[in-house]
């Protein structure tokens, strides 16, 4: 009989929370206080309840106590005697759909809120949120003593048992569980639903008329969202002749993955409350199978048994990301498809995360070292917002325009704090470090890198001088009086407050100057820029040139082509791109999980005669511009074809290079009236090469172009596939690298030219699939992407292969603003300016600048993606004596020895470092506890 292998049954009572999916947090919010209401209740009457897992994430506690202060007491007991489990996540993430800094800050705030509660996270690795697993988890989880992982997206059971071992790049392994065929609600399905409901597993038929249930909806129409029927008075049965047969189908279809004779079944559903009977049916189902032990349990119990049982000898070993899709089985479809929904609201996530972890926190930590206080509640909650961002389903834009709103709301904040802590630790560095008084007609520019690396970049700056100032006569030199090159872009009188905390607002008449500058910046630190009268160099060698319909900076020059396509030509190699920048527009039909092509659609190119024209000439900066009209279908019809009806829709492209800069700067902008289609942006490379390389999370992952045979499968290939910082096709002699801002979908199309296609836009209605038998098309409008939109990316050719080209620091350098103050005479003594930190090898990316958790440490992040040994250097010029390194959970280890001019260390191939830097009131640094 099947199943005559299994010895443990471990039953996980849960829920799987959303937060705000179907519904938007409030409204969902006031289902989770009945959940926990509820659980606790159990936990506290039944004995046997043994313990109810809150589906890995800690927010969830917070926003239960937040409307049930009084139970805090209650929970904490239950959480320190390991009846509720909660984390290790703060929120349930959609890895592919946010960096890979946040999935630190993610597991640190899930610690975090667990021990503020008493307690301590669950140490089990349960991702079942993740669309596609990066290859770094197994890493990021031990780097959290956390030596289990349990998924099942993205892997298929042709691949391995339930129990295998899972190593990332770097060699660290985690065992890990594959979540059987009925992925993550076996139990509850199965066992549970026939036992309480006395239906077969998959009847899910309510017939109002019987009901005696109190099936209550709101029927005024004024219900925000769909108006469904709610069970007032579920019927507490039990149906006890059912549990057996029930409990022996359960493992007819799944007891075959288990290697171990351990089974895991989860008794969870989205949204799901405690059953009172769940002791009762566990009782029940060990009386009908005596051979077999079967207990509630939870997932840190179970792993520490699998890992017991599991034979690492013969185990299976997968390495790196996990993103196959399923050959058979039932509801563990990798779906990848929701990296191409709501790009914009992808966009605004970068920025913000961009904002927190490369801009604000290197900028407090350079005021940190010249003495200010660490804006802790700031940061705190900036990180809060954004990581109640990072709920799956929210942050993938797969749920209605309510939850997106509050999303984009949150990301706002998020990036409004940020702002307002670089905006005063930039103002904090330019007290301590600027005392000179300012001669007449003059100004004092402070531009400020974040990056750990010296960069040169053409600053777009607003400088407002004295009123007596003219145009003609003015100049800029940097810190050692060297003359830098500059350009007028506007000149003309204005007028400006200024804030004093002991007066009303005064009013200063100033001359408004837009100036473009090319500014050598030191790494991590301020560069003073003075304005004053003088004869600016003009007349440069390498000035950017602009004819016609050609730019040219010397290292590459674009020329448009009639049909709006430009010729890229990088000199270094010499090597020409053709055809760059054609746009392709397809019929879209599916949900957002798995996207579908329209049966009989026709793809529309664009071509015919563009308007070309240069709309920004100068010697440091110039862009070519190209306008391309389109003529889309407004829709599709019956999900089959897109309407005869079309509108014309005009693409413009802005193509800008810079002086002494190896990225062409790309901005597209269109008005999207049309539904149902994929809008996305072609470049041919002509690189022949059979794989593409492409930015991941602390990593560079290597993945094939030829597209695998999945005929007969259960889930269908998609050829797109997500990225991070860049996606690279290089051969022997170079490549051509593209660098996103925000946007995550790519493709390669397996052709002749190796052709790359980024995505745009998917615009599609709302299909809610919140059960495989039932969508619910909603009118929300927001996935559509209508109206006025803007993209940015950058494209990078170069010579030899991504990581001798450095793409991993281009990709920054591109992404990250260089912020500038402009900053008067101030009271003090001038300190001499200096960069924080600076990371030698080029090779290794820094991901974080921080604090520490200790509160005493500055902590920088560090990662390898590479197959060799990286020495690397933190050349540290503030007054910091002491280093060691740490976990990503900063539980420290060795010290550091600081020779010359900083501390250096050795990152072993696809390694992720932490170091904590001791500031000059810290010490050896502890774990917290």
Known sequence: MAGDHIREIHVVCNTHWDREFRDSFEKTRAKLVECLDTALDLLRDDPAYASFMLDGQAIVAEDYLEMRPERRAEFSERLRTRRLFLGPWYTLPDAMNVGAEALVRNLQRGRRVARSLGGEPMKAGYIPANWGQPGQIPQILRGFGIDSALIYRGISPHECPSEWIWRAPSGDEVVAHRFARLARYNWYYVVHRPATRGKDWLDKDYRLEESTELPVRVADGQARGASNFTLLCPAKELHAGRVAAAVQHLLDLEAA?????LFLAMHGHDISVPHPLDPEVVRLAQEALPGKRIVISNLEDFMARVSDALDRSTAIVLTGERRMNLKEGYWTYLLPGTISIRTPLKVMNFEAETALTLVAEPLAALAAVHGAAWPERELDRAWGFLLGNHTHDAIAGCAPDAVSADVQFRARQAMDLADTVAERAMAFVAGRTT???LTAGTARLIAFNTLPFDRREVLDVEVALPPGVEAEALCVTGDEGRLLACEEISFQDDSLFVDSPWDVPAIAQVKMAMLRIDVPLRAC??????????EPPLDLDDAV?????VIDNGLLSIEAQRDGTVTLLHRASGRRFNGLGRFLDEGAAGTFWWPKPLPHDQPILSGGEARVEITDQGALSATLST?????????????ERRSPQA???????????????????????????????RLRVLFPTGVRTGHVAVGAHFDVVHRPIAHPDCTGWVEPHQPTAPMQGFVDLSDAGGGLALIPHGLLEYEVFDDADRTLALTLIRAIPIRLAVSEEKQEVLPDTGPLCLGPLGFRFALFPHEGDPLAAACWQQAQRFNTPVRVLQAGAGPGKPSPLASLIRVDNPRVTMTALTRSEDSRHLAVRLFNPGDSDQPVTLAIDAAITAAWRARLDETPGEAIRRTGEGFGLTLSPHEIATVLLALPDGGRPSLRT
Do not use: K
């Not at 993955?257 to 004779?261: L, P």
């Not at 693409?651 to 009236?673: A, C, K, M, S, Y």
């Open 435 to 437: 005392g000179s008084p």
């Open 525 to 534: 630190g301020p560069t003073t820029l003075h304005i004053g009268p003088g």
């Open 627 to 639: 306008q391309v009209t389109m003529n889309l279908p407004v829709q599709a019809v019956n999900g």
């Open 257 to 261: 993955d288990s290697s171990t004779g």
């Open 647 to 677: 509108v014309p829709v005009r693409l413009e492209t802005h193509w800008t290079l810079r002086r002494g800069d190896p990225l062409v700067h790309v901005e597209i902008l269109f008005t999207n009236p049309c539904r149902d289609h």
């Open 545 to 549: 040139a602009a004819d016609g319909r």
